[in-house]
């Protein structure tokens, strides 16, 4: 059974917006959490957001706040990631995480569920 399903990547400038899709199955969306993380080429899975089910807690890298925004929808079971003002260092494949038992928001060891990603790419 597929658990999480991205989509939304795309080629972008720098400035511009997009906006990441992760469909989910009923189990995975009714997880404690559900995060986006990024990995960079050479570089470590990073978090970027994460958005608890209990009282919808929201949490954020200090990289992205105040231009991404983490939001789900209960009606079709997506995740959104918002991403404005888009930079260079956006770049990179973004992952959708969920069921997370163990460590902090922004640990991928602790997400038991995984989608493929989508794959963002931010020019200068």
């Known amino acids: 059974e597929v658990h999480l399903v991205e989509s939304g990547g795309d080629s972008v400038q720098a400035g511009g917006s997009l906006r990441l899709s992760c469909a989910a199955s009923?189990?995975?969306?009714?997880?404690?959490?559900l995060a986006w993380f990024r990995q960079s080429p050479g570089k470590e899975r990073m978090g970027v957001a994460a958005?608890?089910?209990?009282?919808?807690?929201?949490y954020y890298a200090d990289s992205v706040k105040g231009r991404f925004v983490i939001s789900r929808d209960n009606s079709t079971k997506t995740v959104y990631l918002q991403m404005n003002n888009l930079q260079p260092e956006d770049t990179g494949m973004y992952y959708c995480?969920?069921?997370?038992?163990?460590?902090?928001?922004?640990?991928?060891?602790?997400?038991?569920?995984w989608g493929q990603g989508t794959q963002v790419t931010v020019s200068s």
């Open positions: 009923d189990y995975t969306y009714a997880s404690n959490s």
């Open positions: 958005i608890y089910r209990r009282r919808g807690s929201t």
């Open positions: 995480a969920a069921d997370r038992d163990g460590g902090t928001w922004d640990q991928s060891f602790g997400y038991a569920y």
